[in-house]
């Protein structure tokens, strides 16, 4: 079973602090991809990562996959209340099938 | 270019009833995927369908439960004689490769 592990589960904090979410697995993926999800919705994809040590960023947010592909990290700059939300990493596994993180619910307090 | 439409958006059953479950893809596209969402989880993999075609069902429990996608029309997630353990959001997203998907809205079961 392929496992990925988001942590922290929970995170909350003021407006204009960093934040790093972090996503790991012991198996290689064929990418990984962030997404966000705000209550009753759908999740809505961020970002896609494919290559070992890619590094992208999407406004304040920055996300890297590491070397070996087995890891992940969305770090957002100076947040904004608007940033709430959970975020799910998932990776993709057999080229179709996602497997997610549990998620990290983020709570920016202004 | 409407997104991914999922209905109904919040769906009730009592135990032992039958719930069924309607995703329209994205237009063009032929790859649907099925999530099951439990509260404050992520999302676990259900199944796999291109058009009249079920690719991969490992996610799926055995009984109960079942999904098709016909040449016409949406996709279908049907749950036969449902339980309290069966609520949870089921979501579908699509996609026109097999990659980058799109997620609809999702359907709430609660089951009573």
């Known amino acids: 079973t392929q496992l990925l592990e988001q942590s922290p589960q929970f995170l909350s904090i003021q407006e204009g602090e960093n934040l790093t979410v972090y996503c790991n697995s012991s198996s290689v993926f064929s990418s990984l991809q962030w997404y966000r999800q705000e209550p009753g919705e759908g999740p809505v994809l961020l970002v896609t990562v494919v290559t070992g040590g890619e590094v992208k960023k999407l406004k304040r947010l920055t996300f890297q996959f590491g070397d070996a592909r087995k890891d992940s990290s969305l770090h957002i700059t100076a947040a904004q209340p608007g940033d709430t939300g959970l975020y799910l990493c998932a990776g993709a596994w057999r080229g179709n099938k996602l497997v997610f993180g549990a998620g990290t619910i983020l709570r920016v307090k202004s | 270019n409407a997104g991914v439409m999922q209905n109904p958006r919040h769906l009730v059953r009592r135990r032992g009833q039958e719930a069924r479950l309607r995703c329209s893809p994205m237009?063009?596209?032929?790859?649907v995927y099925w999530y099951r969402q439990l509260p404050e989880e992520g999302l676990k993999f259900m199944v796999y369908l291109q058009k009249e075609n079920i690719i991969d069902e490992s996610g799926m429990p055995k009984e109960r439960f079942s999904a098709e996608f016909p040449k016409e029309g949406p996709s279908i997630l049907r749950i036969q004689q449902v339980v309290r353990g069966d609520s949870a959001a089921y979501f579908c997203?699509?996609?026109?490769?097999?990659?980058?998907?799109?997620f609809g809205s999702g359907t709430r079961l609660t089951v009573v």
């Open positions: 237009k063009g596209h032929s790859h």
């Open positions: 997203a699509s996609s026109e490769t097999g990659y980058g998907y799109t």
